[in-house]
């Protein structure tokens, strides 16, 4: 069941909400005095590493009529691909590296290799998601306008083709990102202003006219008679950069654990319940720094939703931080190994095609009469153990 | 796309020159671009012909190689890649590379820039350049005069070299890493020249330049251009400095002056003579009023060159620079100019700039409104702003996050 206010679900009171936000502001003040030379030789570095990778890909890929070179030609570019969108592009164009003022490494010009223009991710991913996170009917990034990934989302027969969405969304993952900011349910629901979809159908035709040129026209073209190999290795690297981005990111917010609100929720949210609520409603995953850094990390969600633009190379020595103070005000940390995470997500979904028993529809709001304060909110293992959103029910049991 | 400098100069010279100082993996990514010449086929034909022909106007089909190339890069640019073989290949950010640093007077010295890609040297002697450089991993940014003369001729078009001469301040937080801290080989970035303290071409009969310390530094480029052209008209040049040690550039100064009967050099050492006040130029300069005049130096200096020239209601013979334009004290509020919509407006140091725009009808970006999602940037041109989270201030040339900054004193947004 989706939340309605924040502090009387993490039962704190108002003051240990505003205490615990002064604690993340100063994690922030910390980290934005200690940035310098060492978080900017990071950034520029793993460019380096990544341009070098694709320009060695492409190269490979010209004698990709051989197998072994089309292996290797392939696994570069999906390996470069997946840096770019994911510890690259997504960082930088968060603003965690406009701090280094350099044009070329900024927010404000990124430009990253997918259909998606990079203007429109902006929009609908650093505003709207990370202001509104998971608060249902306002961030779209809750089952992306085509899925039902908790029991607040009311069931519709169109559910049951879930477990095909999904699939499909995981092959096509580029492709609904560029279409994620057009806001499918609203085109659905007619609010969607025509002048708008049309400048943005455009703008996303102009980018994916160029992406497509490139990986399907002109790098095959330039192989001569590699050209159906190199088709065939370029649409392999998209799609399993595809598969890799469509994974980590649906273990963001879609794990058990991670929490749902309402819009009730937003009325009146001061920034520390907004730290609570990102703190709330994200799931990392544990894995080795190198799995970190190809996840773009995401294995570090809760830090990225609570410091959004502060360098990603800081997330690990964050993360310490903020474990230490979910200990100290007794509050869920959501974390697990990554195929766990997966897991649950991916039985949440399948669990979701079908109607739920506890549809909120059915059941009472939460509000404030409720006896949810003060009592007992169940264990991070109790969570984990029950598998699927709560219902207030089970969290007062 | 990503903000494009496409160089109206890309210099094919250099790309010819490439094959030289190649490596393994570079010849590689050399054999990448180089194939993109095939795709455009006929043209790099056409290319080739006119290269051979020593025509330079390649312009147009220069550009069209890029943007064959572009195709192949998207979404970055051939130069995002170029610069990892050669930091100066990218037109993007225009880059300099510090090849030499000559010491001119204990405080001061000259450092010797290679211009990268997109810089023409063709500058007019007096104009100023932006220099970047990155100090703890963030780039900042200052304007400085070019000491040297212009190139003239084919030399222009790229590889030229440039020359700016800083004096350390004390406690000068870029001046000080520039005369002391940088190392031959830095990279750092460029601002194309800019600037209306020129010397015209040709120059007018009579001329008085009167400079005080570092303020030496765009004069000393006209009388080297004039130099080299050996057309130095009448001129009077008044410098002062505060000791013989200290006065920069003296001996070429000095050599000028007697290479040209028409240059007369005259010296004002405060430890010795006092401060030269503006009163004493009539008798240093009795036909001052018959000259065209170019001051440079320290901003009481120039206060009373102004007053002095008004005075005499000679104020359009008078050409100032001044190099303590940028240094406003971080002030509470200011005043605000939005210059692409072309409001302007008085502002407290509460109210934030997305705020103050808006109230304007300036069709502001904006998100989150709290400083998290950086949808609200908008460069800063000129000025100074604070951020009200935590007190960082933003000079110019950056771009700032509208929602959560108020003006620290006047300011320039680009908007
Ligand atoms: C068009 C133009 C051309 C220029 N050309 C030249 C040139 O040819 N050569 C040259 O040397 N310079 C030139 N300058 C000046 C140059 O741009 C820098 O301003 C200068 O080098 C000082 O920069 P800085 O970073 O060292 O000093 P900053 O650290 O920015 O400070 C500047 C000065 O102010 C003082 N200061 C800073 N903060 C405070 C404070 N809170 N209270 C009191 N004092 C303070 C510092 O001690 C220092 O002396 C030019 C400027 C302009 C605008
Ligand atoms: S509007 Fe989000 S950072 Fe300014």
Redesign the pocket.
Request: glycine fraction near 8%; aromatic fraction near 14%.
């Given at each position: 069941m989706a939340i309605s206010d924040v502090a009387t679900f993490a039962h704190l009171s108002d003051s240990d909400v505003e205490a615990l936000g002064r604690e993340f502001d100063e994690i922030r003040r910390d980290i934005e005095e200690a940035r310098g030379a060492k978080d900017a030789a990071y950034i520029r570095r793993l460019i380096y590493i990544q341009r070098r990778l694709m320009v060695a890909g492409r190269l490979t890929l010209f004698a990709s009529m051989y197998p072994p070179a089309w292996v290797a030609g392939t696994g570069m570019l999906a390996i470069g691909k997946i840096l770019e969108n994911m510890e690259i592009g997504h960082n930088v164009m968060h603003g965690q590296f406009d701090w280094m003022n350099d044009p070329e490494i900024h927010s404000g010009t990124w430009e990253w290799d997918t259909t998606c223009p990079a203007s429109q991710w902006k929009h609908s991913h650093n505003f709207l998601h990370h202001t509104f996170t998971n608060v249902v009917g306002k961030d779209n990034d809750v089952g992306y306008g085509i899925l039902r990934v908790t029991r607040d989302q009311k069931w519709h027969p169109a559910n049951l083709g879930q477990p095909v969405y999904n699939a499909l969304l995981a092959l096509l993952f580029e492709w609904g990102v560029a279409l994620h900011d057009l806001d499918i349910e609203r085109i659905r629901k007619r609010e969607k202003d025509p002048q708008e979809l049309k400048r943005q159908l455009k703008e996303i035709w102009r980018k994916v006219r160029k992406q497509v040129g490139k990986d399907y026209v002109i790098f095959p073209l330039l192989s001569g008679p590699a050209f159906a190999t190199t088709l065939t290795a370029n649409a392999t690297a998209n799609l399993i950069r595809n598969l890799w981005s469509y994974m980590i990111i649906f273990c963001g917010h879609f794990p058990d654990g991670a929490e749902k609100f309402t819009e009730e929720e937003l009325e009146d949210e001061t920034k520390a319940e907004w730290y609570l609520r990102q703190l709330l409603g994200s799931a990392n995953f544990e894995g080795s720094r190198l799995l970190h850094i190809l996840a773009g990390s995401l294995g570090y969600q809760i830090e990225h939703h609570l410091f959004p633009d502060l360098p990603c190379n800081r997330y690990p020595e964050i993360a310490e931080r903020v474990k230490a103070l979910c200990e100290k005000y007794d509050l869920p940390y959501t974390t697990g190994p990554l195929y766990r995470q997966y897991g649950q997500v991916f039985r949440t979904i399948m669990k979701l095609t079908l109607p739920t028993k506890a549809d909120p529809n059915e059941m009472q709001p939460l509000n404030e009469s409720q006896p949810l304060r003060g009592a007992k909110r169940p264990s991070r293992d109790e969570l984990r153990a029950y598998g699927g959103p709560l219902p207030p029910q089970a969290a007062v049991a | 796309m990503p903000s494009t400098t496409t160089t109206p100069t890309t210099p094919l010279t250099t790309l010819k020159e490439r094959g030289r100082a190649l490596t393994g993996t570079q010849k590689l990514a050399t054999a990448a671009l180089g194939a993109s010449a095939a795709v455009v086929g006929a043209t790099a034909l056409e290319v080739k012909r006119r290269l051979l022909q020593g025509d330079v106007s390649l312009v147009p089909n220069a550009d069209l190689v890029r943007s064959v190339a572009a195709r192949m890069t998207t979404p970055l640019l051939p130069d995002d890649y170029l610069h990892m073989l050669n930091p100066l290949w990218s037109a993007r950010e225009i880059r300099g590379k510090i090849v030499e640093l000559i010491p001119e007077t204990e405080d001061a010295a000259t450092l010797v820039i290679k211009t990268g890609w997109g810089f023409a040297t063709d500058y007019q002697p007096g104009q100023?350049i932006g220099i970047g450089v990155s100090i703890d991993g963030k780039w900042h940014w200052?304007?400085?005069?070019i000491s040297s003369e212009p190139s003239e001729g084919r030399r222009q078009r790229s590889g030229g070299t440039i020359t700016?001469?800083?004096?350390a301040?004390?406690?000068?937080?870029?001046?000080?890493h520039l005369v002391r801290g940088l190392e031959p080989g830095t990279i750092v970035r460029l601002a194309l020249p800019q600037?209306d303290f020129v010397l015209p071409d040709p120059p007018p009969p009579k001329i008085l330049f009167w400079t005080g310390g570092?303020g030496i530094?765009p004069v000393m480029s006209m009388l080297r251009t004039m130099h080299r052209r050996d057309t130095i008209p009448d001129v009077v040049h008044i410098h002062s400095a505060p000791n013989r040690g200290q006065a920069i550039f003296r001996d070429e100064r000095l050599k000028l002056a007697e290479a040209h009967p028409t240059l007369r050099m005259v010296e004002n050492f405060d430890d010795e003579d006092g401060i030269l006040e503006v009163s004493r130029i009539e008798e240093i300069c009795p036909d001052w009023r018959e000259r065209q005049t170019w001051v440079c130096g320290p901003a009481p200096m120039l206060d009373a060159a102004e007053k002095h020239w008004q005075q005499a209601k000679l104020a359009k013979s008078l050409h100032i620079?001044?190099?303590?334009?940028?240094?406003s004290?971080a002030a509470e509020g200011g005043h605000v100019t939005f210059a692409v919509s072309g409001k302007e407006v008085d502002l407290d140091g509460a109210t934030t700039l997305l705020e103050a725009g808006e109230a304007e009808g300036i069709d502001m970006p904006f998100g989150c409104r709290m400083g998290i999602c950086h949808s609200c940037i908008v460069p800063l041109k000129k000025g100074l702003v604070k951020d009200l989270r935590n007190g960082a201030e933003y000079q110019q040339n950056q771009s700032v996050q509208t929602c959560v900054t108020a003006a620290a004193g006047d300011c320039v947004l680009e908007i």
């Open positions: - | 100023y200052r304007s400085y005069s700016i001469t800083v004096k301040m004390p406690e000068g937080f870029m001046s000080a600037g570092s530094t620079e001044r190099f303590s334009a940028q240094l004290e």
